[in-house]
């Protein structure tokens, strides 16, 4: 059950591994990040993702579904692991209003561009 293995792998610290390398990083300047929130923290594969990749002098612009916890701590936690990435304000989306959310989408998109 995915509720099962999320508490497990939190516990565990675990550090899911990435099917597949992103070759080319360097040639991108603004890395958009999407995940879920779980009991406060993003999926434990993303702290694979920002201890496998450098990503200082990138811009990271974070997006977080949940219910209704926003990003959590997510954004500190992130920042700390790529503390020389510049991050702008991360958008939530809330699952509940997911499928109403375009605008909200749109209007971020154009303010990082
Ligand atoms: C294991 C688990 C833990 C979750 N913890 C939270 C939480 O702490 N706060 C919150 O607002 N939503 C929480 N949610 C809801 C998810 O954030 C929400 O279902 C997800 O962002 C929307 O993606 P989905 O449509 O694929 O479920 C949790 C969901 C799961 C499965």
Same mark, same amino acid.
């Given at each position: 059950?995915? +509720?099962?293995?999320?508490?497990?792998?939190?516990?565990?610290?675990?550090? $899911?591994?990435?099917?597949?390398? !992103?070759?080319?990083?360097?040639?991108?300047?603004? !890395?958009?990040?999407?995940? $879920?929130?779980?009991?406060?923290?993003? $999926?434990?594969?993303?702290?694979?993702?920002?201890?496998?990749?450098?990503?200082?002098?990138?811009? !990271? *612009?974070?997006?977080?579904?949940?219910?209704?916890?926003?990003?959590?701590?997510?954004?500190?936690?992130?920042?700390?692991?790529?503390?020389? *990435?510049?991050?702008?304000?991360?958008?939530?989306?809330?699952?509940? *209003?997911?499928?109403?959310?375009?605008?909200? +989408?749109?209007?971020? +998109?154009?303010? !990082?561009?």
């Amino acid at each position: 059950m995915v +509720v099962d293995d999320v508490k497990k792998e939190q516990q565990e610290k675990a550090r $899911p591994k990435i099917k597949n390398k !992103i070759e080319n990083i360097d040639e991108y300047e603004t !890395i958009y990040v999407g995940y $879920p929130n779980w009991w406060g923290e993003m $999926p434990m594969i993303l702290y694979t993702f920002f201890e496998d990749y450098d990503l200082s002098n990138k811009t !990271i *612009a974070l997006f977080c579904t949940s219910g209704e916890s926003g990003l959590s701590d997510t954004e500190k936690t992130i920042q700390v692991l790529e503390p020389s *990435a510049p991050m702008v304000k991360g958008l939530y989306v809330s699952k509940l *209003a997911s499928k109403e959310a375009t605008s909200d +989408v749109k209007e971020w +998109v154009n303010e !990082i561009k």
